[in-house]
């Protein structure tokens, strides 16, 4: 018998790995899905604004079509937790907020627990336990009440520009071509970001 996989299996097969964090894109696709049914016609684009770069954000891809080769999902690297949804033509949106506390990571000895997994001094019996705990974590983002899960506030914006396909140039230092808008100068030729060797004084 062939059973239909459910959409947590499917995010946790597409990510690799089961994780908290994982559990958290998972919770704010279905929110923001519902959310933004009655706004959004069948082919209407949907774009997704993701505050980090983490586990969570492919299961809000796989989930909710937003996704980076499309275009309609823009990164902003403020490691925050906070997705926003916007329907492009009706330009209602949500903006979805997780809790602090729904990480746990101040559960007593969590903290170190995890240092000794991730810096590989943890015993065996450490590492079983670490994985129970994230499985506990788990579990807990996903059936939590979502007032305890997060903050949803519905606002109008107006969306990004639409993804742009530029023309290239050739890189005069590696030969490959390079889209215009990132292309740079140097010794007064094109030249990829690579290339460029970029001159920043730290901020
Ligand atoms: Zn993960
Ligand atoms: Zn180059």
Redesign the pocket.
């Known amino acids: 018998m062939c059973m239909a996989k459910t959409d947590w299996e499917r995010v946790v097969e597409f990510h690799g790995h089961s994780c908290p964090g994982l559990a958290v894109g998972y919770r704010v696709a279905k929110i923001a899905l519902r959310e933004l049914a009655e706004h959004r016609a069948k082919d209407e684009e949907l774009v997704a604004i993701v505050e980090n770069d983490a586990c969570g954000v492919d299961a809000i891809q796989l989930l909710t079509g937003c996704t980076l080769g499309k275009g309609n999902l823009i990164y902003r690297d403020y490691g925050k937790h906070v997705f926003t949804f916007i329907c492009r033509d009706s330009r209602k949106a949500v903006r979805i907020s997780v809790r602090g506390g729904v990480w746990r990571q101040d559960e007593a000895g969590y903290r170190e627990l995890r240092a000794k997994v991730f810096g590989g001094t943890a015993s065996p019996q450490e590492r079983e336990l670490f994985r129970r705990h994230q499985e506990e974590r788990t579990r807990y983002i996903l059936e939590a009440p979502e007032e305890e899960f997060c903050v949803v506030r519905h606002t109008t914006m107006e969306p990004p520009p639409r993804a742009r396909i530029f023309n290239s140039v050739t890189?005069a230092?590696?030969g490959?071509p390079?889209a215009e808008a990132r292309a740079r100068v140097r010794e007064g030729k094109f030249?990829?970001i690579?290339?460029a060797g970029e001159y920043s004084r730290g901020w």
């Open positions: 890189c230092f590696c490959e390079v030249a990829c690579p290339c």
